[in-house]
DNA sequence: GCTTAACCGAGACGGTACGTCAAGTCTTGTT
DNA sequence: AACAAGACTTGACGTACCGTCTCGGTTAAGC
């Protein structure tokens, strides 16, 4: 599912002595989760709630995750699990699908409630930020790994040569993508929407100067000339 | 100083009678307030601790604010007033200068820890969220309005035309910049620096397609669609 | 009341800032605990559940004792401060009545339950051995003085000469009177009624030896210290 | 052993089926529950712990004990099982003897902490007074029935004429022995020593009426004329 | 300079959730 | 069938903070 999931893995193997784990729970607990998410947010979540609605002592659930932080993070992080990458033809096309997909996620109020409040915890706590890295993130950037090489192998994007720069590059637009949609979304309050959406792909590919205004994708292209074009500060 | 600070005006004219409202104490608070973010984070962060750092009843801070959230906002939003916008000559200088501010603020620990969870809390709190809007949002988003006037002056910006998409293009901006920077900051964990600033607002400015790929912004292109160029993922 | 009851006596002097302590709330507890000592016994009585029934919160009561033992100790404690040595003329007399009241009250389940169970703890805590010596142990010791010096008044015993063995043996008479009473109440769990106080009486006047079986206490035998005699077991 | 330990005798035959009962495992288990008594007390106890101790399973445990109290009362009972009463020529040395026995094994931490508990508990639970009585009262009951046989073959005693009034007597002579060293040692908290025990016997064999008083078995004989005796209330 | 109303500190109050622990049961696989 | 191991449910533990309240004692402004 997540991995590194338990608070530490008793020894795994099925030969091991003693009666097992019950797999059920762990559906069941993070599910429940989600639900407490959505009806009474982060804050007013409590583990004991949460182990009520999945019909488990709340010592089973300490028992597997060190604390609601961990917990919160695992049942978002199955929402982001179904994001997916379908080949759309272009890398605006596929962009536009991603960050659509994205924005669904989060716009579900277990994701809004949840997510951000763990990665503001995941500032006083490495551990929870690299379960976070792990289980949240890092997928994420390997989608847009995916789509850089869609690109590069539709010629819409040149190979790289530097390594370490194109490293560097796939952050920056992770971060750019990612954290355009979560401020869209938390702190404007405004729904990322296809139009929001074709608008942000738009300046992500060409940026704000006039001089790089080529038609967005919803213009009709030829008419730019009189096209505003994405301006802007 | 923030504005609408106080849980209730109780009738603040000045012929009111009784003892006024310590002056102080507001000060002493807001920054004890930021110690204690500093210190503990924000869920560790208990009224009854910030009391006793500024040297206050528990019962002065309740008569105040409403609670924890709004307390918080208007300590992290005194951070956020430091912000300016010198003119710097470009439209890319200004960009970058505003935001290594914006990152610089955000680097700070009552900063990361504080506004995060913040925003998380006005996920379900619509006052909350209002709140952070007034003291937080809008004077940034003033910032943009200002950037893009001077850059209209120089001539690097058209005009706008229609004053809706204008609005929308300037939401849609401030929320790329600073999402950008909240998610390089808070998510991947690395600092929003010079380098990374550069990078930055030349995608911003530039976009990713090599179509936009020329030197300095007031370049021309548009040569070619698909010539490979510097820029891109 | 019972004499240290508080935790820490929290500087109880009348101009002490904040709250003052409800009074009425240490009554509530005592009665509640004491009700619950009836229906559950020691071992099934909880903390909490003595909160709910004195209508007090949990946490008043942990402010004000250190735990079930110390609680318990005060409110078996009010039980035997009932007892009182009324004059009923003859040595044996006085001590049939105050064993009988005695018993009343060790009869009592709430006295059972608590007495022996915080007797048991004290075994391995001194302070609360203290605290059961000085608010249940002593009172009860100071009618034995006093018994004494009423039947050294009626010249039914010689004054002492030496104090340390007068010491000795109230200490000694003590422990004959009350552990019989309470081992006949809980561990033969047979009712310490009038016959067996008398018989309980005879014994601890006269003594098993049939010497000593004259009619009464002012009888002066002597004649053998090994005729058989009718007393005895 | 202490009979009626078996939670439920399982049809004890040899050809029964299944693997047999370790024998070993009783005494472990007993003698850990005695360690455990001695280094926690009775209220910290744990049946886990005992079982740790052991080196057995905590289901091994259940399947022959019900419970905590059960279990201690039956690793007491063991202690008391050393109690004899050799001749000592008189009833006074055969009284004094067996009193230190007793309250040699009652200065023991593992019989203070888990008797007087479990004393305490049963007075809300007959199965356990029941079991306290089997295991470890009568068998004490039986030294006072064989020392006063003793003491009527030397005729310091008379034969009884009454059955009924013979088995009160000796309830009352146990109640009052066995409960004077119970006090003494934990509620007075002092050590029932040879001196006490002298003391006590007096008293026992002679009262305290002056009346009664003979020369005490540490006393000097015949100058009892100005000692006052075992005075008292 | 005397009210008077609102402020302030201290701290007890009824609650809620925490994270831990023990009791006692159940499910494995092993002896 | 008893055993060791250990996960399970239940429920109490004692702590920490919550947000409210009740005190006694301060300030100022305004009469």
Redesign the pocket.
């Known amino acids: 599912m997540v991995g590194g999931m338990q608070i530490r893995t ?2 795994c193997g ?10 059920a ?2 559906t069941a607990i993070l599910a429940a989760t989600r639900e407490a998410l959505v009806e009474l947010g982060w804050s ?9 609605r ?11 995750w ?3 932080n961990e917990l919160v993070v695992d049942a978002v992080a199955e929402l982001f699990g179904e994001l997916e990458l379908p080949d759309r033809g272009s890398l605006a096309a596929d962009i536009e699908g991603v960050v659509l997909q994205f924005a669904a996620i989060l716009a579900r109020p277990e994701a809004k409630s949840g997510l951000m409040a763990a990665v503001a915890e995941s500032t006083r706590d490495d551990a929870l930020r690299e379960r976070i890295r792990a289980s949240i993130v890092d997928p994420q950037k390997d989608l847009v790994l995916e789509g850089r090489a869609r690109a590069q192998a539709r010629g819409e994007l040149p190979a790289e040569t530097d390594p370490a720069e194109a490293a560097r590059t796939v952050d920056l637009i992770f971060d750019v993508v990612a954290g355009a949609v979560v401020h869209r979304t938390l702190v404007s309050a405004e729904p990322a929407d296809e139009e929001w959406v074709r608008g942000f792909t738009r300046v992500l590919l060409q940026g704000l100067s006039p001089a790089s205004a080529a038609p967005g994708p919803s213009d009709s292209p030829g008419t730019s000339d009189h096209s505003p074009g994405p301006s802007g500060d």
């Open positions: 008793p020894a099925p030969g091991r002595p003693g009666r097992p784990r019950s797999a729970a762990d007013k979540l409590t583990l004991g709630d949460v182990a009520t999945a019909g488990v002592a709340k010592t089973t659930l300490y028992r597997r060190a604390g609601k």
